[in-house]
């Protein structure tokens, strides 16, 4: 349950926690159908340090990325996208469309990808992460979850992908534990007479 | 006013908030994005989702007065119902979702009617509580005086 704290400090307010120190030209290309979720993950990377351009569609991020129909590769990327952070559901094109089309896309493939999703779907976890998605976070987006992105930006180190999913999938389910954990404990049990 | 008066009132609904289930810890942490560069984001986070419930409300009753029900239809609006409660921390709201998707799931017209009732009412409920919320920060902030944080 969570404790009130009435600090005559001033400084008590500012208690973010402390922030990865990552280089502010980073520029992270968010893409969600919510508007909502669209300004809360804007508000996190930004807080993060991070660039921001935030879109409401996986066809606007194309345009964006310079490869919807009929652009020459040349374009690709013109915005210097370093990260896409997508949702999953949205309609017409899903998140796992849009990583679909950046990864079979040579001058886009290398940007990493990572998927959110309302619904913890194994399943579709575990198809996102073998098809090239760098991470997978269960929504609510937090700020813990913004700070797991910055290892995606160290340099790489080659491991086989199935040792990378795994250790992937491992963070992801120990995120979602510490998230069921922090959970208001007085959970009302609302009874629809169905 | 009394500042100190303002943020006690300040602390004892936000505890109050959180033992009944209204808010979760996604409120707090929306609460810990604001700061004297954002000092709006809560309050505009909080109008975006009271408009963006109006407009599915008004949605799903439309889509359930239909005959006969699209079911996956009302199933995304309540998806999308799900989704913005989970994002903003409104505890109840989002768990009255989850059994509505149930019923959508069953096809249960009744059960989805009763479901969106309670829905309205949980809203309604967490609206007014949200407006006072932040009517009182507001206050705090006009007579001077610092939001208290929740830890």
Request: proline letters at 3%.
């Amino acid at each position: 349950m969570a404790r009130t704290n009435i600090s005559r400090e001033i400084d008590a307010k500012k208690q973010l926690p402390s922030r990865a120190p990552v280089t502010p030209d980073i520029h992270v290309l968010a893409v969600d159908d919510s508007n909502i979720d669209r300004k809360v993950i804007e508000r996190l990377l930004k807080t993060s340090s991070y660039k921001v351009t935030s879109v409401d569609s996986a066809l606007r991020a194309l345009e964006i990325l310079g490869i919807e129909e009929g652009r020459s590769p040349s374009t690709a990327n013109s915005f210097q996208v370093n990260m896409i952070i997508t949702d999953y559901s949205m309609p017409d094109l899903t998140g796992y469309d849009l990583l679909k089309r950046i990864k079979e896309n040579a001058g886009l493939k290398d940007i990493p990808v990572v998927i959110m999703s309302s619904e913890n779907v194994p399943t579709r976890i575990k198809r996102c992460l073998e098809d090239g998605a760098k991470d997978f976070i269960i929504k609510p987006v937090q700020l813990e979850d913004v700070k797991r992105l910055s290892q995606h930006f160290s340099s790489t180190i080659k491991k086989s992908s199935g040792v990378v999913c795994s250790k992937r999938k491992q963070e992801i389910e120990d995120a979602q534990s510490r998230k069921i954990a922090s959970r208001c404990p007085h959970v009302h049990e609302l009874r629809v007479i169905a | 006013m009394d500042v100190a008066k303002l943020q006690r009132q300040h602390v004892d609904l936000t505890h109050a908030l959180f033992k009944e289930g209204f808010l979760d810890d996604q409120f707090t942490q929306l609460q810990q994005l604001q700061d004297s560069t954002n000092p709006d984001f809560v309050a505009e986070v909080v109008a975006l989702f009271f408009e963006d419930t109006d407009r599915l409300l008004s949605e799903l009753t439309r889509a359930l007065e239909q005959d006969p029900v699209d079911y996956k239809k009302v199933d995304a609006y309540v998806h999308q119902f799900k989704g913005s409660s989970s994002s903003i921390g409104a505890h109840r709201v989002k768990v009255v979702c989850i059994t509505f998707r149930t019923c959508c799931d069953e096809g249960n017209r009744q059960g989805c009617w009763q479901a969106l009732q309670q829905v309205k009412h949980e809203f309604i409920l967490i609206k007014s509580r949200l407006e006072v919320l932040l009517q009182l920060e507001q206050q705090i902030l006009a007579a001077g005086g610092e939001i208290p944080f929740m830890e």
